[in-house]
């Protein structure tokens, strides 16, 4: 727990009368440094056993003004101590009531197995995007962070059955391991196929030598942030007009192009239509750059005369008010 502003002040306040006392009764008092601490403590608790007490003017005196100050300072530093404390415990008993209330509520939710830099950064973009999702962490320091940001998150270890479990695996669309070492990922994957085996998995691979192991235990695709940074910055050398290209057309904020998926839904006014009669282009000012079937098969530069069907994933290029507004006529965005 972090003490909050006002109960830091009242125990540097207290701290300094300590020192103060202290120092006094050494100096006017003439006491060893033990016994003045000793005094001070006993007279600020306002316990005073009386075998040690001033025996001069000057350190009466002293005594009083530390009473007078300092009791009421030890009183008010005890009961914003405890308060603090009380309050603490009364909001981590309310907030894991809420969010155990939330979880139960998810459904078609992405579980998040580990957020380290890799896995914040995807709990970023999916709140970017309005995509629910469930963070599995079991670090204090990770916990007090997710906190912070309010994301829905569970306490406990990815590898078990129970914590999958509780963040609702059985319930969620997908779930990205994103854990830092092979094993552990390995580990996680195993588990949810065992407790889904139609859940959608995308797991992070720290060696190459890895990625063939990670997608036989069940993984339906498998990144490595290495590999991908690596490409990217050679691209930065080799062809940096595609890389401006494609940074400008995945970058959320763009204001130029935008590059989108969208998923053809039931009632789409453009299922059984071809490209050329949905007018795509011409109304919506967009180009159909890629289509992905259901079956994974990948058209590119799909022909004027293909026929969109219920299902298709079609890869949309544009600005992003003509994506926004094309999305809501004929897809959900994914």
């Not at 007078?68 to 415990?89: N, S």
Request: proline fraction near 3%.
């Amino acid at each position: 727990m972090v003490p909050n502003k006002n109960l830091k002040i009242a125990l540097l306040g207290l701290f300094s009368l300590f020192i103060i006392g202290t120092f006094g009764f050494h100096i006017i008092e003439g006491w060893s440094l033990s016994e003045s601490l000793y005094t001070t403590v006993t007279t600020l608790s306002t316990v005073g056993y009386g075998d040690f007490y001033p025996q001069t003017e000057e350190g009466r005196i002293f005594t009083i003004i530390l009473i007078i100050f300092g009791v009421g300072t030890m009183l008010y530093t005890v009961v914003l101590f405890t308060e603090t404390m009380v309050e603490a415990r009364f909001r981590s008993i309310l907030g894991r009531g809420r969010l155990e209330k939330m979880l139960k509520k998810l459904n078609d939710h992405y579980i998040i197995c580990g957020c380290g830099r890799i896995g914040y950064l995807i709990c970023k973009e999916l709140t970017a995007e309005k995509i629910d999702f469930v963070v599995v962490d079991n670090n204090p320091e990770t916990i007090q962070k997710i906190e912070e940001e309010g994301f829905v998150y569970y306490k406990g270890d990815a590898s078990q059955d129970k914590t999958l479990i509780a963040a609702g695996i059985k319930r969620a669309k997908g779930i990205v391991c994103a854990l830092p070492t092979d094993p552990e990922n390995l580990y996680v994957i195993l588990t949810a196929k065992e407790l889904n085996p139609n859940i959608y998995i995308l797991s992070r691979s720290e060696e190459m030598e890895s990625e063939h192991r990670l997608l036989r235990a069940g993984a339906d695709r498998v990144m490595s942030p290495y590999t991908l940074g690596a490409m990217r910055m050679a691209m930065a050398i080799t062809k940096p007009a595609m890389l401006d290209f494609i940074e400008i057309t995945t970058r959320r904020q763009s204001l130029e192009l935008r590059m989108e998926e969208l998923e053809v839904c039931d009632g789409s006014p453009f299922i059984g239509k071809s490209l050329e009669e949905s007018e795509i282009r011409a109304r919506h000012g967009l180009i159909i750059v890629a289509v992905k079937k259901d079956t994974g098969k990948m058209i590119f530069n799909p022909l004027a005369n293909y026929i969109i069907s219920n299902g298709d994933k079609l890869i949309a290029l544009g600005e992003n008010e003509n994506v926004s507004r094309f999305a809501k006529v004929c897809a959900t965005m994914v």
